[in-house]
């Protein structure tokens, strides 16, 4: 890849915004207005890294690439940034969060993620003080994340001040804790927002017990929702093999078929 390729890219932008000659979608959309396709092509992009497939996954990215592009081509249009201002806040950052690799004089070329977490929270007091208010371990945590995800953010900002377990069984009482809450709501009036509430605090919990184990809770989910998919797929194909439907068959039945489905499938 050389500028030119990329100044191509960016003329390609600047012409479908073109208010005369560029294409009429393209130059009704917003900074707001594009942001479902941004997290859509991410979503694409980690489909395509699940399926080991690296042609889609060139195809994904390029697609992701666009969208930065389409934001800093707004963006210019306003007045607010460009292109060049993107790619400046990365390298400074980069430089910044990698002292041992760039300024190696004065720092050791051992780094851990405790140091890379203290670069990360001067980041966010400088933010803070820029905007005139005291900096929290929570600031920037982006509320557009996935709740999984998001929850892993901030049980580990708060672990690295401190506010964590030390021994798994207190996180796994925890568990047990909260879903002993929930059952007793279920027994007592079923009210909607309570449920919620305490179904939330078992999730949370949950979400702790996995971070301990060093396992990702969106992955751990998103594999289970994929092995559950291939396993119902494969009880239809039983079904439809034998013209049955799962209509026809009762609970137990269908049962029956699927813990024989688990051993193979």
Same mark, same amino acid.
């Given at each position: &890849? ?5 100044? /191509?890219?960016?003329?390609? &932008? ?5 208010? #005369? ?8 959309? *917003? ?6 396709? /941004? ?12 399926? =080991? ?14 969208? @930065? ?9 306003? =007045? ?6 993107? @790619? ?15 300024? $190696? *004089?004065?720092?050791? /070329? ?21 905007? !005139? ?5 929570? #600031? ?11 929850? @892993?953010?901030?049980?580990?900002? /708060?672990?690295?001040? !401190? ?7 207190? @996180? ?17 009036? &079923? ?5 919620? #509430?305490?179904? !939330? ?22 594999? *289970? =929702? ?23 068959? *009762? ?11 688990? $051993?193979?499938?």
């Amino acid at each position: &890849m050389n500028d030119e390729q990329i100044n /191509t890219l960016l003329n390609i &932008m600047a012409l479908l915004r073109d208010p #005369d000659n560029g294409c009429d979608w393209d130059k009704k959309q *917003t900074i707001d207005s594009i942001r479902q396709y /941004t997290i859509e092509e991410a979503y694409e992009v980690a489909e395509a890294i699940d399926q =080991n497939n690296m042609d889609d996954l060139r195809d994904e990215l390029g697609d992701l690439l666009l969208q @930065v592009v389409f934001y800093s081509q707004i963006a210019k249009e306003e =007045n607010i940034f460009n292109f060049s201002d993107v @790619v400046n806040a990365i390298i400074n950052k980069l430089i910044s969060r990698h002292p041992h690799v760039f300024n $190696k *004089t004065n720092h050791s /070329t051992d780094f851990s993620e405790v140091s890379w977490e203290k670069l990360k929270a001067k980041e966010r007091e400088n933010k803070a003080t820029t905007i !005139g208010r005291k900096a929290s371990v929570l #600031d920037d945590i982006p509320k557009a994340l996935p709740a999984l995800m998001r929850a @892993v953010k901030i049980q580990k900002r /708060t672990a690295n001040i !401190g506010f964590d377990w030390n021994e798994i069984e207190s @996180v796994i009482n925890k568990v047990h804790e909260e879903l002993e809450e929930l059952k007793y709501e279920m027994k007592n009036g &079923m009210q909607p927002d309570r449920l919620l #509430d305490e179904s !939330g605090d078992l999730l949370f919990s949950c979400v702790n017990l996995l971070r301990h184990l060093k396992v990702d809770p969106e992955s751990a989910l998103r594999s *289970t =929702n994929i092995k559950f998919e291939k396993r119902f797929r494969a009880l239809e194909n039983s079904l439809e093999e034998k013209n049955q439907v799962p209509s026809e068959l *009762t609970l137990e039945e269908l049962e029956l078929i699927w813990n024989n489905l688990k $051993k193979s499938v």
